[in-house]
């Protein structure tokens, strides 16, 4: 069965940082679309909070069949409130989950220093080893040239379902380990508290970037179904 993968970047991304694993995905003969969100990459300047995202995605599977999301990293916040509106065949989450409404991306680290705008982060192995690990200078150098600042307000808004659609889901952990992640989840850790029994867990040891550090790998991970 052909599958529509809806590809959603993280913060500061746009479309574009998912062009190897959407043209691997067309290869094994899926579609891909790969969303550029309100005010990021070629839309940047453009004001945006959370619902301009979700709204984003939803436009973006309009009129599709057997349509995957996918949403990487603060991707994941909109993903979880379009596939609650939406029927779509399944949800993959990359380095992200299906948080609890009320939760904001703020949540997740220390604020930024403006609220017109977040900044990119400056993209240096060395600061931050282990979310950049397996981007060589190419990607790096990728990364610097094409992030923009993120629109504050949708970091700052929280998470708002709006919508009863529970979908089959799978997480791609990445800087987390399934090990790590069950032991958070039977700790009772909050981001997890919204996490359903049977979400799928599959691991692909890498930085927080797969899309960039390992296109193969993670193409095949979002094309298998099931347990």
């Not at 999301?69 to 992200?96: E, K, M, N």
């Amino acid at each position: 069965m052909t599958e529509t993968f809806v590809l959603v970047p993280g913060m500061w991304l746009g479309g574009w940082v998912w062009d190897g694993v959407a043209a691997r995905l067309r290869e094994a003969g899926d579609e891909a679309i790969a969303v550029t969100l309100t005010g990021v990459g070629e839309r940047a300047g453009e004001d945006a909070d959370l619902e301009r995202h979700v709204a984003d995605i939803i436009e973006a599977a309009r009129g599709r069949d057997n349509v995957v999301l996918v949403g990487h990293s603060y991707g994941g916040l909109p993903v979880t409130a379009a596939a609650a509106r939406i029927p779509v065949s399944r949800v993959v989450y990359v380095d992200s989950g299906p948080l609890p409404d009320g939760t904001r991306q703020l949540d997740m680290g220390p604020p930024p220093e403006s609220t017109e705008a977040v900044p990119p982060r400056p993209w240096e192995p060395a600061d931050d080893p282990e979310l950049l690990a397996g981007l060589d200078d190419e990607a790096l150098a990728l990364l610097r040239k094409r992030s923009t600042a993120h629109p504050y307000a949708s970091v700052a808004q929280p998470l708002h379902r709006g919508g009863t659609l529970n979908p089959p889901a799978t997480l791609i952990a990445c800087t987390f380990s399934p090990e790590q992640i069950a032991e958070m989840r039977a700790a009772g850790h909050p981001f997890f508290a919204a996490m359903a029994d049977d979400v799928v867990i599959r691991g692909l040891p890498t930085g927080h970037w797969p899309m960039l550090s390992e296109p193969d790998r993670l193409a095949d991970l979002l094309r298998a179904r099931g347990a």
